[in-house]
């Protein structure tokens, strides 16, 4: 059949490859989870997370092709902005991914990358809780929810994108990011600060 799926589906904000792979796997009969995540982790960060309606037959090929596309277009409304910035498109989406995860509005999003930024110019490193759980989550060293005690054991961890122990920003993307995210990783809020509190909410 080339129906189209009867739900909408939808990719959230910041999820990851291992997180997406399920959500089309329970609408599409011939989606393969385990080549999906196998063609798709070199292009963690650049799949968009949007609401996706793929014919019923569609498999993991033309869903990447689809997802990466709308990257793309998404990306090329912000074209002018990281050219002015002067860093390079890997640099800001796995920026971008990082603040999805620490903060849910615009404004903080914009005031943590700032952060960051400004951490990374200094040589300090990034200490972001999410870098070093998606590192944990990759290798399956944790189930969630987590607790403080086992997230102080993951920040000891020597682990690529642990970046407690490692300088810099870590080897890639750690989930795709939002054209919020995206904006705010490219135009921070400038700021001297070294250190953020991101609201829960």
Request: net charge negative; with cysteine; proline share 7%.
């Given at each position: 059949?080339?129906?189209?799926?009867?739900?909408?589906?939808?990719?959230?904000?910041?999820?990851?490859?291992?997180?997406?792979?399920?959500?089309?796997?329970?609408?599409?009969?011939?989606?393969?989870?385990?080549?999906?995540?196998?063609?798709?982790?070199?292009?963690?960060?650049?799949?968009?997370?949007?609401?996706?309606?793929?014919?019923?037959?569609?498999?993991?090929?033309?869903?990447?092709?689809?997802m990466r596309?709308?990257?793309?277009?998404?990306?090329?409304?912000?074209?002018?902005?990281?050219?002015?910035?002067?860093?390079?498109?890997?640099?800001?989406?796995?920026?971008?991914?990082?603040?999805?995860?620490?903060?849910?509005?615009?404004?903080?999003?914009?005031?943590?990358?700032?952060?960051?930024?400004?951490?990374?110019?200094?040589?300090?490193?990034?200490?972001?809780?999410?870098?070093?759980?998606?590192?944990?989550?990759?290798?399956?060293?944790?189930?969630?929810?987590?607790?403080?005690?086992?997230?102080?054991?993951?920040?000891?961890?020597?682990?690529?994108?642990?970046?407690?122990?490692?300088?810099?920003?870590?080897?890639?993307?750690?989930?795709?990011?939002?054209?919020?995210?995206?904006?705010?990783?490219?135009?921070?809020?400038?700021s001297a600060?070294?250190?953020?509190?991101?609201?829960?909410?």
């Amino acid at each position: 059949s080339d129906v189209c799926s009867s739900d909408l589906i939808r990719i959230p904000e910041g999820a990851s490859v291992k997180n997406i792979a399920p959500l089309f796997a329970a609408e599409l009969p011939r989606f393969d989870e385990a080549a999906f995540i196998a063609d798709a982790t070199p292009l963690e960060g650049y799949l968009f997370p949007d609401t996706y309606n793929f014919m019923l037959n569609a498999t993991s090929g033309p869903v990447i092709a689809a997802m990466r596309q709308n990257f793309d277009r998404k990306e090329a409304s912000i074209d002018t902005l990281v050219a002015s910035s002067g860093k390079p498109l890997d640099q800001i989406v796995t920026m971008a991914s990082i603040v999805e995860k620490e903060a849910y509005n615009t404004d903080d999003r914009r005031r943590i990358a700032g952060v960051l930024w400004n951490r990374l110019s200094i040589g300090m490193p990034l200490q972001s809780d999410v870098t070093a759980l998606y590192d944990a989550a990759r290798l399956g060293l944790i189930t969630t929810p987590l607790d403080g005690k086992q997230i102080a054991a993951i920040q000891h961890l020597d682990l690529p994108y642990n970046t407690y122990r490692t300088k810099g920003l870590p080897p890639g993307p750690i989930g795709n990011p939002s054209l919020d995210s995206l904006t705010a990783a490219v135009d921070p809020i400038k700021s001297a600060c070294l250190y953020y509190v991101a609201d829960d909410a």
